[in-house]
Structure formats: structure tokens, C-alpha cells
């Protein structure tokens, strides 16, 4: 499986949870906070990291407030300077 | 004496409601009111206002641009409300959405945690109430009796199983207010 | 009957059905839809004629018909929508059959906003549509009003084979006041002899505005002159507040009047001996009646939440010679009654220090 | 001018053995139209006018008349009339229709009235089935205002806002109302007939009742096409425009039925 | 260029290419077809955009299409297509862009006829449509004229971004006179900066009437009303004859105003002392100057082919005091010379008479 | 209220090894919308400005945006914009695209606002196959208005204008618009696509693209229908209402091409 | 062949001919002289007496001018006293 | 100087052109001139008319009430103008069509069998300029040369062929004027 991260645009997302639902691998979730509008918007959740990177969640985002980015499959795989590890 | 009111919060607090209650409180003790709604487009998902007076005269214009008496249920309703209210007014807060505070001292000033009180007694749809209840207890209008009467009167049917609810509700936000001391 | 607490657009609604409207034809537009929904719910019940209109267009053209019929019959909408019944308007005034229009007016021009206004005064007053003839145009400043100018849009439109419109702003359609309903008509048995039904055993009516020739139609346009003349006689309504000893009248109708209504009440504590005269029909206007105040009172004030149209009207009745300023808010603004004292107690310094200086 | 010395007056002529084989259909006023000579209008009229006397029921007829050449229209039936505005007789109709549910309320139409300018009208009065009969007179042009270019003026034709023809793809493509109507499910008959001879002016007047039944049997709305002439904007002689009829108008526009619901289709069996 | 017989409507529709008219929509209406017709024929002869819309209703909001891609564009219309317009009018005003009508009146209400009426006074001049705006409404009286405001209206549609109305009636657009056409213009190579194109390498435009707010709408009716105020200032015209000295002052335009004209040089003879006073531009309405007059003529008549519009503002104008009296032909009767001097004849007598007895 | 702890910033994460597989198009604007939460208004704005993204026509696209939810169009898309009145968006890009020929002209249009009031103007822009491309939103209601019933809202719905549920007999029956217009020779494509899914939203993204291609090509009109959701006046989660479009659209408004010109399925075949 | 016979109502005929060219018989035919329309009204060219009654004439005049008669065939015809031989 | 015409007869008769031609005549001669017609559905297969006027000074109302000279080329023309025209003016009446007699002594009557003149050089359909070579006889406009240098210059091209007929035509009909004696 590929693997996969998605970029969230948290103050432009209504927590329509229609990204929750388009995901084959079930790793969106709404966040318990409210962003300034009011809404609580969608995470990934990041721990399962299961994401594959299908933009699916993006193809269903009424609000275009999703960017997905996959890991390009390398032959020589070195492990990558991992950004959320890095946090 | 002629008393203007203003309700606001996210649409889906029963802003709207709790203004419509409190006209026909006032109506049903035979005085004068009008209620009127905020209304377009900004509702979807924005907030929502009403503008509710209660007089012994006859009443002219429907809305005020400082109100006696400013209800806010969350955080914009504040910002924008709070700097209206007349001297000598009263601003009721709904403290758990609005964490900022008032510096106000020329207004009677009562922060009531509805959301909290309302969620006590069954449903946080209820901080209205809450506030509501404060509100009397700053500015009595009517009895709070008066107001659970009319509550009883104008409730839906369908909707009489939360009357008890609505009642405590309205008692302990009445309760917050009393308790609140107010500047000079 | 009790008072209740009435929403403006409902309660006129409902004032209509208890008037004894038979049909109503419409279009959903923001902000007198209540109406329109009011309609959709009662009028099935009542067994009457509801139809959502596929436009105003059609709305006022299916209003034609169903007036051309004889019944009682009404359409509600808000400036754009107004706008496009322009022509029907013409026709059905042109043919003379009674029917009814609601105008909750709103922003304009164009697609505007959705908020209380009093933009279509010239629209609805001059001449609704091309030709020579006017609407009779009632004007409510509270519910119980409109609930009262209601019935008697109906009745007046039956009496003069006439078009009514009550105009009101977005305010007015969406308050919320206590008011009494009238009790429900029953309706009438048969239709006026000019209707249109199938003939039967009579001869044939006719529901028309063509008359190809300049001379025929030169005659008709003369009787619906002469019959506009009636009505500017008997159907003149206003109403008046402290103008007996006023030297400012403020002119308004409408949520304007109301909110001028609470500038007056507070001037006057000031001792500023300014009065309120507030038109209920906008047509016929009350020329006369302003002209004789104009006789004794040197300044007046037309208040309107427009750029400025009923003004033109109060210029006419009042003369040249005295002082008439204006104030108002376009575009979806209620005036505060404290802008309009700002606006009084300036004119009334200008004027106390004038008749100093005279 | 010389009045006729040949007046063939009716008294001389009654005799007991013969019958009366066709007669002035009663629905006809007695008025004289307006029409120009050997235009197709007078013969949808009287056609209608027939079948509202072979159905008895001109007493309840109700006619809503357009803005066209039959502008006037209401003057030459004898029964209730109304004009509508340009292209809203359908909404008039429905109007009157609406409460006046007893009565059969028909439109007549012209092309630009009815495709041009009234084709919303038209198509919700469809689309709510609305219990009326619609009399639609293609004439590929708009008679009254001079002879402009209609919608269904036909590709290449001249008229006088088309002056080197109609260019389809500038001005857009004739358009077929028979066929277009009978897409929406509120429409219960549809079709399309001509005018240009004796033997389709027969089954013009057999659809044109049919579409009366339909009404009566409210089943929804109903609407006859008629293929007419104007001989003055074609200018042309009233037969040679009915030769253009058959030549030209004809194969753009082919007569035949485009919506027949079932129970039209039992009754007519029935019969 | 020298002058030829040219029939109104023909002219006005070669007048307007030669100003440089790109794109013309329109509907097929008597009294102004020919104006359709020589569109028809001429503007894809040059390359320019002919459309024949389905409906008044297309037809103005194909001409907002145009207008606010920043071509020269027109429409031309009859009374009855002119109110089905209004709602696209009040769109075209609330977005700015601008765009030119003409509209050859003819008798009603309703189907009326289609004699020549100056039956849409109110309707172009007191708003067209809802809200608080007004086009600019140019009244010629000769074909000439016509010609010279067909080209002065493209100008000041662009100047101001606005709407200009040329109303005239169908006997200008049927009648003939010998008049001289404007020269060819070049077409400018280029669209105005807020035009709608494409957005290519700028930020894009937007053309809108909605201003969803409250205020933003009052903000933009303020801008609206401040252009207005600038316009009534620039764009007075208006015409006079033997006004120096008239003691009874005719106020008439287009075909009644020549009527009128008549009837003064014959009155004159007669040695009534009549003038003539003919507004050009109906709105802006010179007011003011005829207020002037007023100060110093005690006796005004209007003289229309209606029952009475543009005497209301004529009564704006020139006050209470003074008599203003009124003769018109509704229905699509043109007035005779002969009727308007024995009004005029009557009025002075009583206005002698009256001299006598003070 | 408080803001977000969790903000998943940009810089923080771009990666070399990483690829983009779906980011925000450029032809939407960074405003926000007004929508309602999940109302798929905003899908298919992003199916559109991924189309013109796409195809490379920002640059010279026109939006004519309607009166309904979407009235504000304008302001999510990063392209030239008007604002037609109620219905008339056809009209008005008609003006538009006649005098700018090699412009993208599309409207973007609601049921009501298409379906009602303004069935005559995309009735006569398909007629005339004017080279413009329509983006039409059933969501078988009136959404800003809030809720009242339109020409597509299906039997038995309830509405506030329809508050026992639509009585066909007495409103009229659903519309089917793609149907309609695929029937008018000016019309070079319609077709009818859902976005309740994402498997149909991809597949309503490809009709789009045909639609412009079919104004690029110069072929005539197009249109594509949406059948979309109102969450809002449904009274329904933005989930549950997707189902709601599977369940009780889908079987009323059938999924389909209705028209495809052949120039049209030849590009497709040769792709 | 039946036996008809048409009468015209001249004043409303528009000379349009459309009669003329339905009539199978050939036997009608356009007036030298105008009605007071400033029309040529048609008329039955009586001396041919070949109308059969087949109201063809009618079902194509658009001015509902034309009333037709035919002879009713009777077993024992006597010859019938003609309005026209009357004439 | 101001002549007013009224041009009358059924749609076909060539009204229009008539009037036409004479105000272009007038144009050519430097006068002021306008033509008007009549319009209206009633045009379809009824009468037509128009009106036109020539004069030294600039010209107001284009339509008259009661005309200085009438041509009527038809019955219902005739009996609608014959009334209205002025004292010392003229009618000319197309006898070919009008049987009925004025009994008018205050104007000059000119009766022309104008069909019959027109039919006799080639095609009735030049009955119209027939009239109008009677009444130049008796209105002397411009000259007879004049007008047919106008009728060549306005005719369109491709009826030139029909040129020298119309001039004989009108030759004809301005003998017959000549001839006419007037009333005192
Ligand atoms: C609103 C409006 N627009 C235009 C007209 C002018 N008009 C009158 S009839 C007509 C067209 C008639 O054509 P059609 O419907 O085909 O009828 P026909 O005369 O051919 O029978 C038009 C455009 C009008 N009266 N009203
Ligand atoms: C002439 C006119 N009539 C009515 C309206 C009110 N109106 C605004 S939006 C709308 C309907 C919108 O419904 P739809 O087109 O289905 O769009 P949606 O909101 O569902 O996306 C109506 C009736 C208006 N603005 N103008
Ligand atoms: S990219 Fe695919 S797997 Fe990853 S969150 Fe989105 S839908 Fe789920
Ligand atoms: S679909 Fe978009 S707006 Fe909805 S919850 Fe997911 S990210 Fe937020
Ligand atoms: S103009 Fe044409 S359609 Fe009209 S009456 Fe004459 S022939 Fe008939
Ligand atoms: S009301 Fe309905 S259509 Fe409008 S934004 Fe909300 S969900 Fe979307
Ligand atoms: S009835 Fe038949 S045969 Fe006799 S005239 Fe008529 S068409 Fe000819
Ligand atoms: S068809 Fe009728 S109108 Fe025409 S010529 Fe024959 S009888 Fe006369
Ligand atoms: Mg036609
Ligand atoms: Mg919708």
C-alpha cells in the first residue's frame, strides 16, 4: 500500500465529516475544537497513519480545504526525515 | 417605560425563541410589544439576532441601536452588543462560549455559565433559559411565575415533556443573576 | 377575537383567507415567503386555489385569469419579483378586473439585499407598468394594520374593478406584534356578471385590454380617469400626530412612520414642536391635505428608507415655498429614531435661528 | 363599389329533400374577421368551433387569445373569452382554469407567442398537467408585428429580421413544440397537424377533438400543432403558401402523433 | 453629409451603428420593428453582433450580458416590452454598466394599441424597475434630433456608466423628415478596464447588484445617488421658444411639443402671449428652470399624449402658486394644433379675465 | 472560542520523496464559502475550477453566476464574473459570449433558478446552440429561500411549500431538464451525474470537462445536471442527505448522457 | 353521383380561392364584382350543376362562408322543383 | 407657406410611395417637409393613409386635422376626407373608384379616373401618380419637371423601365387637373 498524508485547511474546513466518510481507510476524524467559525474540522489521524494517499477524502471535500501527498515508492528506500516524527 | 431587548447568538441557540418567549410574556401582562428577527442570507451558519420591546405605550420604531438590555450567547454576539448596551443597562453573558470580559462598569453585568446549567438539567438547547432567568433577575419585567406561565401557555404540545426542564433552567439562571453583585 | 402575537407576512396571509380570497398565485422570494407558505398550507385545507407560480411572470398572469374569473385572488412578492409583473400589472389594470398584489419591499436596485426598504414607492405609485392609470397603494405601519388594509385591499378592488397593492418593508412583513384577526367570510355564492365562467345561457363576456383604435382607447383610458378621479376622492387615508400645533412635519408611511413616530414622541419632550403626518394610501396621495398644512407650517422633513421617491410627491403637494428636507436610509437600512431627531433638532436650530435672523 | 347582383339568399333555396350536409359552426361569432384572405387562422377557428359543437360544449367553453394576428380571436367565437398577454395565455388559462374547474378553457397560440416569448408558460402548464387545451398556429412567422423570423421559421427562409435567410447557426434551429411538449409527463396528447389541404384539414379537426377529450376527461394537458399559412408575409397567393405548407413546412415539421397517453388511446379505440 | 428623408426608426437604428453600436438584442414590437429590421440587416454586414432575443426579457439581460463586457450595446422596445424589462433595467443600474434603450411608446395599459402614446413618462423616468436610481431619458422631437441624442446617448451611457433611455413616439419612429447622419466612428480597439473578458493576466472582474450587507448596499446607493446628483447637474436639456416674454407657458416634449409648437406660432398671431418650454432630457427634468419661469409666468399648461404624467413634475417645479393646467390625449390620439390653441385661447381668457377683476 | 492546537502547517511537512496528488485549484478562490456545511455546491464549484485548471482556460472563462444558493459564485472562482438576475444567467452569457466569441462562458445555475423561472432563456440558448456550457444544480429545492418547493422536487417531498408532500396532481411532476434539453438540435451535450459519492463525483468531473471541451470545440450547448444535495432544508446530516440523492434521486432523475454529438464521441474514442 | 348545392355568404367571402382549389368538381368559381369589402366573392357556377354536396369547399374556406346542401337520393324520385330553375 | 396632404386609398393603391414621392420633391426643393402614415393592424386589407407636409418654415405637428388637399383613391377615403378639407383647398377623387359626388363649392374638386389613366399606359397600379399629376394642376408645389426629376432620382433603380409609363401618367393626370374647371 502506498502511503499517504493529507493536509487539512482547518479554518476553512465546516466538519461536514463527507471527507470521514469517503475514506476507505478510516482515518479522518473531527476534531473536538472548533476552528474561528465555529465548526470543528477534520484531522488525520495521524498515529494510525494508514493513510494511502487515494484523495478520495479530497474528491468529497465540499470546501476544497484537502491536500494529499504520497510517498513516491523509491527502489533504494531511505527511511524519510519523517516531519511528523520531527514535531 | 419602554424596555428593548436584544437576543443574539449562533443560529440553533433558540435565540429567536427565547425573544419570542419574552414578547409574550410581556404581551400576555397587557403591555405593548413588538419582536423582531435579524433575517437573510448571513443566517446560514452566522449568527442570529432579535430585537424584542416591551412598553406601556403604544411602540414606534421596531429596532434600537442601544439597547436596555443585551443578551449574548456566544462570542461575536459580545463583540458587537456589549459596547451598545445603555447605561444602566444590562448585558447578560453567556460565559461558556465568551471567556473575555466586559469592562463596562455603568451596566449590570451578570455572566451566566448557560450552556453548563442547561446541559445540568437535560439538554445544553436550553441555555436561553438560562440566560433568560438571569435576565430577570436584573431587569423584572414580569415574575419569573409570569414567565413560566407564558412558557407553559406558548410551549408546543409536543414539546410540554421539556417544560420541567425549561423551568429548572430558567430558575437557576434566575438564581446566577440574583446572586450577581452589580456596580454601582 | 383575542389578540395574539402575529408574524406581519402570516398574519396577512391569513387576513386574506379570512377576507374571503379564493386564489392565490406566487412566487417564493425573501422576505415575505411566510406568506406564500402560509398560503400553501391553509389554502388546500380550505379547499381554495393554491399554486406556486413557476415565476412572477406567470403569478401575475395567473392572477388575471383566475380575476377575469371573479373570485377573489391575490399574489405576494418583493421588488425583483415586482419588477417582473410589470407588464401583467398594465394588462390587468387595462381590463379592469379586481385583484390584489402584497409587495414586501426590500434593497434594490437589482438583486440588492433581502432587508427592509421602501424602494418600489415609485414603482407601485406612478403607473405600475406603461399606460395611464394608477393602483390604489396601502401603506400598514403596524400588523394589526395590515391585517385591517388587507380586508380592504379586497373589498376596495372588488368595489373599483381596481388593482390593490399594500406595501410594506421586510420590517413589517417579519415582526412579530399582537393583533386581532377578523373573523372568516364566507364566501360569496356567485360570480359578478362580467366574469368569465363559460357563458351558458347568457351572452358572451369578454376580459380584455385591446382597443385597436386611438379613439376607442382614448374613450376607455377617459373612464378609467374618471373612475382613478373617484377613487382619489374617496379613497384618500392618512393619519396624523401633533401636526395641529407643529412648525416641522415629518412625512413618513410605513416602519419610516414608525420610527419617526418615536423621533416625534421624544422631540416633543424637548419642546421642539415637530409633528408627524403619515400617509396610508400612497395612492391617492394626500396632496390636498399637506397643502393645507403647508399653509401654516414652513417646514417639513420626508422621512423614507429610500434614496428619496415619496419626496417628489410632498414637493408637489406643499409647494416651492417652504423648507422640505430629506432623510432616509436605501438599501436595507431602518432609519434610528435617533438619526432622525439628529436630523429634526438640526433643521429646527437652522429654522429658530432663521426666524432670529428674520 | 357595386354591391353583388347575384346575392344567393337562403329563403329561395330550402327545399325539403335536400339536407344540410356542412353549416357555420355555432361556436362562430357572427363577427367578420380581420384575418387576410386565405389566411389559416379562420380555418383552426372554425375547426375548433366545430368540435366545440359536436362536444356541446360551447356554454362552458372558456378561450384565452394571444397576442398575434388572433388577437382578436375572442370576437369571432361565441363563447367567454380573455386576451392574455404576449406568450402568457397558458398561465392566464391555468388561472382560470383553476377555479373554474368545470369549464374547458382553451389557449390559441401563435408561434412566437407560444415558442418565443411564452415558452416557459407553456412548458409548466405541461409540466403541471395543467387541464387545458392549447391550439398552437405554426405559421414559421410572426405574422402580426411584419413578418419576422419566428422559432420555427424554418432554415434559410427569408423574413423580414432574417433578410438573407435564417442562418441556423447564428439564430439557432426551428423548433419542434409537438415533439418538445410531449417530453413532459403532464402532457397527456401531443401532436402535430397540418392545414394545407381538405384531407389534413379533416384530421387536424379529429386531433383538435381528441385534445377537447382529454380535457374533459382531465386527464392533463393537451395541444394541437397546426401547420399554417400566412399568405400576406410570405407573400405568396393563399394556395401557393399552402403548397409551401405541404413542400416546405412539411418535411421540417412531420405531422404525426408524439404523445398519446393509454386512456386517449382505449376511448379512441372504443369508439 | 447631406441630408436625406429618413423614417425615424430607421434612422435611430443607422444612427446608433454609426456611434458605434456593436451588439443589438432585441424583440420584435410595432411601433419600432423597422428599427429591429435594419439592425437586422446591417450589423452582421459590418461584423457586429444581431440577435433577435425570444422575449424583452432576453433581450435585457443579453444586453446586460454585452454591457458588461464593455461593448456599445442596445435594445429598442414598445411600452408593453419595456415593463417586462424592468427587472433587468434595475440589474443593469445596480451593476453599472451601461447600456441603451429606445422605446417608441404606444398606447395603453395592457395590449392597448400600438398608436404613438407617451404612456411610459412615468415608467423610464421615475425609476425603471425597483430601487433608487434613474436613467437618463432623451426626448427628441424631430428625426434630427433623434439622430444627434441616438449618438449623444451611447456617449453618456459610457461616461457616466449608466443607462440611457431615448423614449420617443411611434409617430417619430413612423414619420420621415429630411436629416443628416453622423460619420462612421471607428470602433475603439479596446474594453474598459472593469469589463468582463476573461481574466487573462489581471485580477478578474466581477459585475454584480448584490450588496448582501446592509450598509455595503447603503454605501453603494450613496455612490449611486452622488453620480445622479452629478448627471442632473451636467445633462439638462432642454429647448424654449418666445418664453422671454410668454405669460402662459406650454410644457410639452417630443411629438406633443411639435403639436404645441404649432399652435404657439399660431397664437402667437393671435397675439397670445404663449411660449414654449421643451424638455429634452426628461430626467434629469429641468426643475429648476422652469421654477425660474414659474417666479415670472403665472400660467402653465402640460400638453402630453397621456392623461397626465409629466405634470406632476412640471407642478414640482413651478410650485403651488402658479395655475398649471393640463391637456393630454391618452390611447394614441397625437394631439391637433386646433385643440391645444383653444385650451391655450380658454385659459388666457380666464387668466385676462381674471387680471381684470383683481 | 478557542483556536486550533493542532494547525498542520505547510512548511512543516513539504518532503522531497512526496508527491502532490490533489491540491486546492487554481480557478477557486481562496474565499470561503457560505455554504452549509457538506452542501455539495462546493463540490461542484471544485469539479468546475479543476476542469478549467484543467483545460487551461482560466484565463479566459466567464462565469454567469444565478440567484439561488450560489449567488455569490462569483466570489469562489478565480475568473471574470457576472451576476444575472433570477433565471436569466442564459440570456445574459448569451450577451456575454456573442460579443466575446472566443471566451468559456458558463452559468452555473440552480433548479429553481433554471428549472422555473428560467426555463425560457436555457430553453432558447439551447435552440440557438449557443456555444455556452450550463452547470446545472437539482437539489430538488429552493435552497436559499429556504425551502420551498421547485419543478424538481419529487413526489411526496415534503417542502415548506409542499408541506403535505408534493401532490403531482395538483404541482405538476418532477422535471427532468437533461432529458428536456437533449431534445433541441441547438444542444451538443446533456447529461445527467450525480455527486452523492465519490466514485459519481469523479464520474460528474468528466462530464464537465466533455461540456467545456463541447464549447472549445464550438460545437453548440452543453449541459450538465448535478444532482446535489441541501442538507440544510432537507433537515438532514450532510451524510444522510448524500443517501437521500442515492436512494430517492438517483431512481427519479436517472444517471445518463442524453445527447453527445458524435464530433463529441469521436474526441472521447480518439482520447 | 349526389346532387348538391352551396351557398355563399358573399359580404364575409375574401375571394382567398382556397374553395376553388378544394372543389373537385371544378365548379366554383371567383365574382367579376367586389362586395363592399373590395373582396371578389366566389360563387357556384350554377349552369354546371355538377356539385356533389362533398362540402370539401367548406372544410377549406377560412372564413366559414360556404353552407352546403345535398339532395337526399329517394327511392321514388320525383324530379325536384329547383330553387335555382326557379331562379 | 404650408401645404398639408392627405394621401388616401386601400393598402396596394400605392399611397405611401405617392406621398412619398412628393416629399421628396419638396426636399429637393429646399423646403421643409415630413411624411407620416398611418400604422395599425387596420393597415391588413384596409385603408391607408398619410399625411405630408411641405412648408418654408420648420414644421411642428406632422399630423392635420383638416388638410389643405386630399387624394382619395377610394370610396371609404373619399367619404372620410371630402368633409375635412380646408376652404380653398383641393380634393382630388379617383373617379375610376368613387361614384359618389362632392357637394363642396369652397374647395377644388378634381375628379381623374386615375385606374383607368394607369391602365391605359401599362398597370393600374400607377393610378396614385395619375392623382398626383391633378393635383399638382391645382396645387402648383413645384413644377410638373421638378417632380419628375424626383421621381427619377428616388425611384429605385431596377423600376427604372417603368419611368417613362409614370411620367406619361402623370402627365396625363396634371391635363386632366388643368382641365378641371374650379368653382369661384
Ligand atoms: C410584450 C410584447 N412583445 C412584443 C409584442 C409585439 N407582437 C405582437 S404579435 C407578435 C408576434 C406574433 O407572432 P405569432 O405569435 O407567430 O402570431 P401570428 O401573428 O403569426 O399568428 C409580437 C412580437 C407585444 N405585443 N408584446
Ligand atoms: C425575480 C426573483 N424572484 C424570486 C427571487 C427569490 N429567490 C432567490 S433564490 C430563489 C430560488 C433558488 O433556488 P435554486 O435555484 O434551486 O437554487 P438553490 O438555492 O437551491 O441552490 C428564489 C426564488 C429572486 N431573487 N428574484
Ligand atoms: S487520502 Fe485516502 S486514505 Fe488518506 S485520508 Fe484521504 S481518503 Fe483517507
Ligand atoms: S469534507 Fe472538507 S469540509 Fe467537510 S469535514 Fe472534510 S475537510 Fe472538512
Ligand atoms: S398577416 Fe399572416 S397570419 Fe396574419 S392574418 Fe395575414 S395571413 Fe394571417
Ligand atoms: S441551503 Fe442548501 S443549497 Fe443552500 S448552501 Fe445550504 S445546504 Fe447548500
Ligand atoms: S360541395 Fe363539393 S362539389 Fe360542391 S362546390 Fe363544394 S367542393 Fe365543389
Ligand atoms: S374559401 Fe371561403 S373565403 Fe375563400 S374564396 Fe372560398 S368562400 Fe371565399
Ligand atoms: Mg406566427
Ligand atoms: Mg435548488
Known amino acids: ?87 | 417605560m419602554e424596555t428593548s431587548i436584544i437576543i443574539a447568538g449562533f443560529g440553533g441557540q433558540g435565540v429567536l425563541f427565547a425573544g419570542q418567549l419574552l414578547t409574550y410574556a410581556g404581551m400576555d401582562q397587557g403591555r405593548h410589544v413588538t419582536w423582531i428577527p435579524s433575517y437573510g442570507p448571513e443566517m446560514r451558519g452566522g449568527t442570529a439576532n432579535c430585537t424584542v420591546i416591551i412598553s406601556d405605550d403604544e411602540i414606534g420604531a421596531p429596532t434600537v441601536a442601544r439597547p436596555d438590555v443585551a443578551v449574548a450567547l456566544n462570542l461575536p454576539s459580545f463583540e458587537k452588543y456589549e459596547p451598545l448596551v445603555k447605561p444602566g443597562g444590562v448585558l447578560i453573558v453567556n460565559k461558556s462560549l465568551i471567556s473575555e470580559q466586559s469592562e463596562r462598569t455603568d451596566i449590570a453585568i451578570v455572566e451566566v455559565r448557560a450552556n453548563r446549567i442547561a446541559k445540568e438539567f437535560g439538554s445544553v438547547k436550553m441555555a436561553n433559559m438560562a440566560a433568560l432567568g438571569a435576565l430577570l433577575a436584573k431587569r423584572p419585567l414580569f415574575s419569573l411565575d409570569d414567565l413560566l406561565q407564558t412558557l407553559h401557555d406558548h410551549l408546543p404540545k409536543r414539546k410540554h415533556n421539556l417544560l420541567e426542564a425549561n423551568k429548572l433552567v430558567l430558575q437557576h439562571g434566575y438564581e446566577v443573576g440574583m446572586e450577581t453583585a452589580v456596580p454601582a | 377575537m383575542a389578540k395574539e402575537l402575529l408574524k406581519g407576512n402570516v398574519a396577512i396571509a391569513e387576513a386574506a383567507i379570512r377576507a374571503g380570497c379564493e386564489a392565490y398565485f406566487g412566487y417564493p422570494i425573501t422576505p415575505q415567503t411566510e406568506l406564500l407558505e402560509h398560503m400553501s398550507k391553509r389554502m388546500p385545507e380550505l379547499g381554495r386555489t393554491f399554486l406556486q407560480a413557476e415565476s412572477e411572470v406567470a403569478a401575475v398572469n395567473m392572477v388575471y385569469g383566475a380575476a377575469s374569473a371573479g373570485v377573489r385572488v391575490m399574489t405576494s412578492s418583493s421588488s425583483p419579483g415586482i419588477s417582473l409583473m410589470q407588464e401583467g400589472l398594465s394588462y390587468i389594470a387595462g381590463s379592469e378586473v379586481p385583484a390584489v398584489f402584497v409587495d414586501v419591499m426590500r434593497g434594490g436596485p437589482g438583486l440588492g439585499n433581502i432587508q427592509p426598504s421602501q424602494s418600489d414607492y415609485n414603482q407601485v405609485t406612478k403607473t405600475a407598468g406603461h399606460g395611464d392609470y394608477h393602483p390604489i397603494v396601502l401603506a400598514p405601519s403596524t400588523i394589526q394594520e395590515a391585517i385591517d388594509l388587507m380586508v380592504l385591499s379586497f373589498d376596495l378592488a372588488d368595489k373599483y374593478r381596481t388593482i390593490v397593492f399594500m406595501v410594506l418593508d421586510g420590517a413589517i412583513g417579519q415582526m412579530m406584534e399582537p393583533a386581532e384577526l377578523p373573523p372568516m367570510r364566507e364566501l360569496p355564492t356567485e360570480r359578478p356578471s362580467w366574469a368569465l365562467t363559460g357563458k351558458g345561457n347568457r351572452d358572451k363576456n369578454i376580459v380584455t385590454s385591446i382597443r385597436l383604435g386611438a379613439q376607442p382607447l382614448a374613450d376607455f383610458n377617459d373612464i378609467l380617469q374618471e373612475k382613478l378621479a373617484v377613487i382619489e376622492k374617496n379613497e384618500l387615508r392618512y393619519d396624523e400626530l401633533y401636526t395641529d400645533d407643529a412648525e416641522l412635519v415629518i412625512v413618513a408611511y410605513g416602519t419610516a412612520a414608525r420610527v419617526a413616530h418615536t423621533a416625534v414622541k421624544r422631540l416633543r419632550e424637548e419642546n421642539i414642536p415637530v409633528g408627524l403626518f403619515r400617509p396610508i394610501s400612497l395612492w391617492p396621495f394626500p396632496y390636498q391635505r399637506l397643502g393645507e398644512l403647508a399653509d401654516r407650517v414652513p417646514t417639513f422633513l420626508s422621512v423614507e428608507m429610500n434614496a428619496g421617491q415619496m419626496i417628489h410627491d410632498v414637493r408637489e403637494a406643499v409647494g416651492r415655498d417652504v423648507e422640505l428636507d430629506f432623510f432616509g436610509r436605501p438599501g436595507g437600512i431602518i432609519p434610528l429614531p435617533e438619526e432622525v431627531e439628529d436630523k429634526v433638532r438640526a433643521m429646527w436650530r437652522q429654522q429658530e435661528l432663521a426666524a432670529q435672523i428674520n | ?271
Chains 1, 7 share one sequence.
Request: with cysteine; proline share 6%.
Open chain 4, 1 to 271: 363599389m357595386a354591391t353583388l347582383a347575384f346575392q344567393q339568399s337562403e329563403d329561395k333555396v330550402l327545399k325539403p329533400i335536400e339536407k344540410l350536409v356542412y353549416e357555420r359552426p355555432h361556436a362562430l361569432d357572427e363577427t367578420h374577421t380581420h384575418y387576410c384572405p386565405g389566411c389559416t387562422h379562420g380555418i383552426a377557428h372554425r375547426l375548433v368551433a366545430e368540435v366545440l359543437d359536436e362536444l356541446g360544449v360551447q356554454e362552458k367553453a372558456i378561450l384565452v387569445a394571444p397576442v398575434g394576428c388572433s388577437v382578436l380571436a375572442y370576437n369571432y367565437f361565441d363563447v367567454d373569452g380573455a386576451e392574455a398577454a404576449h406568450g402568457r395565455a397558458p398561465a392566464m388559462a391555468t388561472g382560470l382554469k383553476r377555479v373554474n374547474p368545470d369549464s374547458v378553457v382553451f389557449t390559441y397560440q401563435g408561434d412566437g407567442d407560444l415558442a418565443s416569448i411564452g415558452i416557459a408558460e407553456v412548458i409548466h402548464a405541461a409540466v403541471r398537467g395543467e387541464k387545458i387545451t392549447v391550439i398552437f398556429i405554426n405559421n414559421a412567422i410572426y405574422g402580426m408585428t411584419g413578418g419576422q423570423m419566428a422559432p420555427t421559421t424554418i432554415e434559410g427562409q427569408v423574413t423580414t429580421s432574417s433578410p438573407l435567410g435564417r442562418d441556423v447557426a447564428a439564430t439557432g434551429f426551428p423548433m419542434h413544440i409537438a415533439e418538445l411538449l410531449s417530453g413532459l409527463p403532464g402532457t397527456v396528447y401531443s401532436v402535430r397537424r397540418s392545414l394545407h389541404d381538405t384531407r389534413h384539414i379533416i384530421q387536424a379537426k379529429k386531433a383538435i377533438k381528441i385534445a377537447f377529450e382529454a380535457q374533459l376527461q382531465g386527464l392533463g394537458f393537451s395541444i394541437v400543432e397546426l401547420l399554417s399559412s400566412c399568405p400576406t408575409n410570405w407573400g405568396m397567393t393563399p394556395t401557393d403558401a399552402l403548397d409551401w405548407v405541404r413542400d416546405s413546412m412539411v418535411p421540417q415539421y412531420p405531422l404525426g402523433d408524439y404523445k398519446v397517453v393509454d386512456e386517449l388511446k382505449r376511448k379512441r379505440g372504443r369508439k
Open chain 1, 1 to 87: 500500500m502506498a502511503k499517504g498524508r493529507v493536509v487539512i485547511d482547518v479554518e476553512r474546513c465546516k466538519g461536514c465529516e463527507l471527507c470521514i466518510q469517503a475514506c476507505p481507510q478510516d482515518v479522518l476524524t473531527l476534531s473536538d475544537e472548533f476552528n474561528s467559525k465555529g465548526y470543528r474540522p477534520v484531522f488525520l489521524m495521524e498515529h494510525e497513519n494508514e493513510c494511502t494517499g487515494c484523495a478520495l477524502c479530497a474528491v468529497a471535500c465540499p470546501d476544497a480545504c484537502i491536500t494529499v501527498y504520497r510517498e513516491i515508492p523509491q527502489k533504494k528506500a531511505r527511511p524519510a526525515p519523517s516531519a511528523a516524527a520531527a514535531d
